[in-house]
């Protein structure tokens, strides 16, 4: 079973940064092994923010573009989101997942963290 874990939520500033990581019992050794954040606010759905693949290929959701980048350290293990020029709307608790798709839609990934709390003040 992979247990993932996600650290580095918390609460800024409109306009301020944060980095989220997640850090996966299972390492990534093959090819189809996609790596994502999805968030979700109170009384909104699950939404996808970014996902990327073991080559590096990777996806962002519209509203994230420009600001929040991710990456992974595959030797450790590790998935990271960096958030720039936080928003008001971009608070929400951020869950990291492991899927099998290059997709922001939740429906292809089956392992998940207990997530992240990040709350921005505008």
């Known amino acids: 079973e992979v247990q993932l874990v996600e650290s580095g939520g918390g609460s800024v500033e409109a306009g301020g940064s944060l980095t989220l990581s997640c850090v996966s019992s299972v390492g990534y050794t093959h090819g189809r092994t996609y790596m994502a954040w999805f968030r979700q606010a109170p009384g909104k759905e699950r939404e996808g923010v970014a996902v990327m693949g073991f080559g590096g290929s990777q996806l962002y959701a519209d509203s994230v573009k420009g600001r929040f980048t991710i990456s992974r350290d595959n030797t450790k293990n590790i998935c990271l989101l960096r958030m720039n020029n936080l928003k008001a709307e971009d608070t929400a608790m951020y869950y990291c997942?492991?899927?099998?798709?290059?997709?922001?839609?939740?429906?292809?990934?089956?392992?998940w963290g207990q997530g992240t709390q990040v709350t921005v003040s505008s």
């Open positions: 997942a492991k899927g099998s798709a290059l997709s922001l839609s939740d429906h292809w990934y089956k392992d």
